[in-house]
């Protein structure tokens, strides 16, 4: 069946039913450039205020800036493409809107809503995404539960991520345009962050929380 002109998209496969498609009105720069932007801008301001707390150590202080970055990625950018249906007949020039548009050439579930990515990245947006700023706080005020909500957090992340790889092998990758920029490099690359980065968190809080039960043993009694 062939589609009508407004059907007509840059997203994979080719005969996605998505009517009254508006392309991007802005440049993939400025997407580019607003995000680097905005991610730098959370992450200094976040090590300059784990600078105050001097009993963090330089890889609490950088998982501090992770999870505050995160979690405005999660709750924010997320959170749109779980709000914004829509979001590729979007004329306005909405940022959010016209990043979700870049973004569906690598995965276009985004765009057909499918209910498995949209179920996912609502516990994602609001779930996780509200979790990481509580957990950011309770690392700079040594509270005693942030590594467990490290472990639970960084342990959604993963699952999320895992499964959402899985889903997409076992659909044969038909959703991504080929290009190695949309499928390498937005698909592969940048997802993998959210299984590399929180790997390392579950390690320390494993470690810590282990460290912490193991001192606390009761010594066994002499005979």
């Given amino acids: 069946m062939v589609h009508p002109v407004s059907d007509s998209h840059p997203y994979f496969p080719l ?21 680097a932007v905005a991610v730098i801008t959370v992450f200094a301001s ?12 330089r890889s609490e202080r950088l998982m501090a800036c992770w999870f505050m970055v995160t979690g405005l990625i999660h709750f924010v950018v997320e959170g749109w493409v779980v709000y914004k249906a829509d979001f590729y007949q979007d004329k306005s020039g909405n940022y959010l809107s016209d990043t979700w548009k870049e973004y569906s050439k690598a995965d276009s579930r ?18 996780w995404g509200p979790l990481c700023p509580l957990l950011v706080w309770g690392i700079f005020n040594a509270k005693p539960w942030r590594y467990t909500l490290m472990l639970i957090v960084s342990v959604g992340q993963i699952y999320g991520d895992v499964l959402y790889f899985g889903t997409c092998y076992l ?14 490099f937005y698909f592969v690359v940048v997802n993998a962050i959210w299984i590399v980065v929180p790997l390392a ?15 606390g043993k009761p010594k066994a009694k002499r005979k």
Avoid at 15 to 34: E, K, N, T
């Fill in 171 to 184: 659909e044969g990758f038909v959703h991504s345009r080929p290009e190695p920029m949309y499928f390498w």
């Fill in 46 to 57: 976040t090590w300059r205020l784990s600078g105050r707390h001097k009993h963090l150590r």
């Fill in 110 to 127: 985004y765009a057909s809503r499918d209910s498995f990515i949209i179920s996912m990245e609502a516990i994602t947006a609001f779930l």
């Fill in 15 to 35: 005969d996605l039913h998505l009517p009254d498609y508006v392309p991007l009105q802005v440049g993939f720069d400025y997407i580019l450039g607003v995000f």
């Fill in 201 to 215: 968190c579950v390690a320390h809080a494993w470690r810590a929380i282990s460290a912490a039960v193991g001192s």
